[in-house]
């Protein structure tokens, strides 16, 4: 697959590493950086304006997040998406979330529900306009709340650690979707019973919206790796 460079914005020379690798995370969200296609540096450079320093930089940023892999002598690539890192990684969303449920739903607050709601209210609203990129956010905030309702710190930093990898399977699985609305899915439903404090009810809801994702995801991952449609 050849990538499009010329999507690639210009850019400041004084640009920071950390924007680069925004830019550049964004492009692989996005599928025009698609897993495995090798990135081409000189190219890069050129269209962002900045030089190879900086985007070194940013590139071993992205390295450490899991979303490039450096073969020395050889260049870097976007990383696969592949069955086994994808399992793992909805195996621990799932822990994680369920945990931080079980702590908090009996200590959250009016506020905190309203938050919750209001987030489902900004999915719909992204969903009716068909807005990828902001609706997958608001999902991902979603379930970032509900692990800092839980004002566990330490699932909170593990929870960081995961959450570009979970960012990043929501982005493909949404772009999936033949209408946004379908990926609103049970979120109401678990909101509902968190508000009736029915942590019975609401850890099923969960449980089975994570897992239903998860199936979701491994059928459109080839066992090459790559999503279906990339």
Known sequence: MKTNYEKFPSMSPATLKVSVADLIRGLIFDGVLAPGIEINQVEISVRLGVSRGPLREALATLENEGLVNSVPFKGVTVSRLTREYVEELFQVRSALEVMA??????????????????IVGEMQSEARVGDVASFSERDLNFH??????????????????????????LRYRH????????????????????????????????????????????????????????
Not at 176 to 193: E, K, R, W
């Open 101 to 118: 449920l079980s702590k908090s739903i009996n200590s959250m607050s009016g506020s905190d529900l309203d938050g919750l709601n209001r």
């Open 144 to 169: 970032r709340q509900l692990i800092q309702l839980s004002k566990h710190a330490l699932a909170f930093k593990l929870w960081s650690v995961v959450e570009v990898g979970i960012r990043r399977c």
């Open 175 to 230: 772009n999936m979707y033949p209408s946004l609305v379908d990926g609103i899915g049970s979120h109401p439903d678990i909101v509902f019973a968190v508000q009736q404090r029915d942590l019975a009810a609401a850890t099923s809801l969960l449980v089975e919206h994570i897992s239903e994702s998860l199936r979701n995801m491994m059928l459109s991952i080839r066992l090459d790796g790559n999503p279906q449609d990339a």
